[in-house]
């Protein structure tokens, strides 16, 4: 049950570390600076901790039965670190891009042929949508049309925004815009289709199209040969719509891509309450004969759920649970799982 926590003294680390211990693994603190280790061991009465500089080494060499990877930056981070699980080791992640997904996905063969099992997208971010529309779809033939809105609320807790976060919003801008067309994977505008949802209990909440990896999941977990995503963190104001493919074509250049990751990361956010009470995941699953089913996942602070997906899908595959390969996190699980992290879903 060694679980380790790769960037353990973060935001996402230290809850996930904490959530672990709770539902009876054994995690370890791992990060590159001793001094923020220790702290965050001290803060959080766990002791076993681990200071490196060389992931994918230590994991060869110590060999935990799980890493659970926080420390960001997916598209370069993923593949080494989850590589060097194998043989037998699994491997979590909580990447929600469309360049981090799709290379460890690519991984399955290798994972499932060396007893491993990767789980990519565990989070809100992924698993808060990919669990209506797998809900939506058990027992149905595939679906022709598949829509996504991933509605997260937080509580921001103040200080530095940090590079591993900077990174995913600025990742998520210079992808432009996508959807699923004819099963294929196209080029849309940015920020497209904005919406406003009237939600379950009564609030509202805006959404515009957003190149996550929710969209990528409603694909892999539906089979539907169209698919579109939306996320409330998009913009959805016309004067900053209208700008937005530019400045994601701009941040496409590698040196000012740099810059706006430093700038970002240096940010010094207040603390603030979550804005609405509950996070929404969204989705309305078509079929070719003109049906269509709407359902609606309900979770409180999208953070919390995200902590409590990635600890209770570590201590899974910990046990030995789980299918063998590379998988975003209900296609791993079941959408049972989101429930297991504390989400109702409810379909319409
Ligand atoms: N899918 C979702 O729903 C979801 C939800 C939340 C977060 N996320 C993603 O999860 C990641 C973590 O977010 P966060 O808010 O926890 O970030 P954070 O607070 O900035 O924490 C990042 C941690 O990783 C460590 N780290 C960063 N770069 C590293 C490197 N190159 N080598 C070793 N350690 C490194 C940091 O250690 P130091 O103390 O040494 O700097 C820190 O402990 C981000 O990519 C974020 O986008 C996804």
Redesign the pocket.
């Known amino acids: 049950m060694t679980i380790w926590i790769?960037?353990?003294?973060?935001?996402?680390?230290r809850e996930i570390a904490t959530r672990v211990a709770a539902r009876g693994g054994t995690p370890v603190l791992v990060?590159?600076?001793a001094d923020?280790l220790d702290k965050t061991a001290a803060d959080l009465g766990l002791d076993d901790v681990l200071v490196t500089d060389d992931l994918p080494g230590a994991i060869a060499r110590h060999r935990p039965a799980v890493v659970v990877n926080?420390?960001?930056?997916?598209a370069e981070t993923a593949v080494p670190i989850a590589r060097a699980c194998l043989p037998g080791g699994h491997y979590v992640d909580?990447a929600?891009d469309l360049v981090a997904m799709p290379r460890l996905l690519a991984l399955h063969e290798e994972a499932a042929a060396a007893g491993g099992t990767f789980v990519t997208?565990a989070?809100?971010?992924?698993l808060g949508t990919e669990a209506v529309v797998s809900s939506l779809c058990a027992d149905r033939p595939t679906p022709s049309e598949v829509r996504v809105d991933a509605l997260p609320s937080v509580a921001i807790e103040g200080g530095r925004l940090?590079?591993?976060?900077a990174?995913?919003i600025v990742s998520g801008l210079t992808s432009g815009g996508l959807r699923f067309e004819d099963g294929r994977m196209i080029p849309t505008r940015l920020a497209a289709d904005p919406r406003e949802h009237a939600l379950p209990d009564g609030q509202t909440a805006k959404s515009a199209g957003a190149p996550t990896g929710e969209l990528l999941a409603a694909h892999l977990s539906s089979g539907a040969p169209a698919v579109v995503s939306t996320s409330g963190l998009m913009p959805t104001a016309p004067v900053v719509r209208a700008v937005l493919p530019l400045v994601g074509s701009l941040l496409r250049i590698p040196a000012l891509r740099r810059f706006a990751v430093r700038r970002l990361a240096g940010i010094e956010a207040k603390p603030a309450p979550r804005p609405r009470e509950y996070s929404w995941g969204h989705a309305v699953v078509t079929w070719a004969d003109g049906t269509s089913r709407e359902g609606w996942l309900r979770a409180g602070d999208a953070?919390d759920f995200?902590s409590n997906a990635a600890a209770e899908i570590a201590v899974r595959l910990a046990r030995g649970e789980g299918r063998r390969g590379a998988f975003t996190p209900a296609c791993a699980f079941g959408y049972e799982l989101a429930e297991a992290a504390g989400a109702t879903i409810s379909w319409e």
């Not at 790769?6 to 680390?13: D, E, H, I, K, Y």
């Not at 940090?162 to 976060?165: M, Q, S, T």
């Open positions: 790769l960037g353990a003294t973060g935001r996402t680390g990060g590159r600076n923020r926080t420390i960001g930056g997916y909580l929600n997208g989070g809100f971010g992924v940090g590079e591993a976060l990174e995913s953070m995200t």
